[in-house]
């Protein structure tokens, strides 16, 4: 079972990339998603967080507040730091089982973990290959802006709170440029698909 990391910074194509995988036979397993789900509510995550910060990040309904809780960390790297050290691990314990679940229904299996974090967390694990989307930052604002509606201020806020476009290039086993128009990231994103199912 190939187990593939695929990174990006924000708005750079990356989840293009994992939908195209996905169609083309990968299984993905989606960070994002299992950082929702070990932070719901009742969780012990979600305890040590209200914990750590406070109960007014958390909503009415007892689910966590994301807008309250990133506010509270968002630019306070002490803050952020104690916040990724009680939800990393619980990732990291999450994302291995789904893994295994994987390997267990199809031991052939392309597993893609798609990971906004690589660099800043799980940039040491046994990856078989790493994957980084990349397009320039002035492009990535600009779709901030467009497609996801956010002022420039935020977008540019958003962009500097990351890791360089320099320390995930080169990371990278594979870069996938995604600058150019949509086909050409799918042509590339088939090519990789072309080399790993070739190597299983």
């Known amino acids: 079972m190939p187990l593939i990391a695929l990174t990006g910074g924000i708005a750079s194509g990356k989840s293009t990339i994992a939908r195209r995988l996905a169609e083309r036979g990968a299984v993905i397993v989606d960070a994002d998603a299992i950082v929702r789900d070990v ?8 305890a040590a967080i209200a914990d750590a910060f406070g109960a007014d990040v958390l909503s009415p309904d007892g689910s966590l507040d994301r807008a309250a809780l990133g506010a509270r960390v968002f630019g306070d790297p002490e803050a952020l730091a104690r916040l990724n050290a ?80 320099d320390r995930r290039r080169a ?20 090519a990789l698909w072309e080399r790993l199912a070739a190597g299983r």
């Open 171 to 190: 990371i990278a086993d594979v870069v996938i440029d995604t600058s150019g128009p949509m086909d050409e990231t799918l042509r590339q994103t088939d």
């Open 86 to 165: 009680i939800v990393h691990p619980a990732v990291r314990d999450e994302s291995a089982r789904r893994f295994a679940a994987a390997l267990a229904a199809d031991p052939a299996a392309v597993v893609v973990y798609d990971v906004p974090l690589l660099v800043e967390a799980r940039v040491d694990d046994p990856w078989d290959l790493i994957v980084v989307a990349d397009a320039p930052a002035p492009l990535r604002a600009r779709r901030l802006v467009e497609e996801r509606g956010l002022t420039e201020t935020d977008a540019s806020a958003r962009l500097a709170s990351q890791v360089s476009d």
């Open 39 to 46: 932070q719901g509510v009742g969780s012990p995550v979600l």
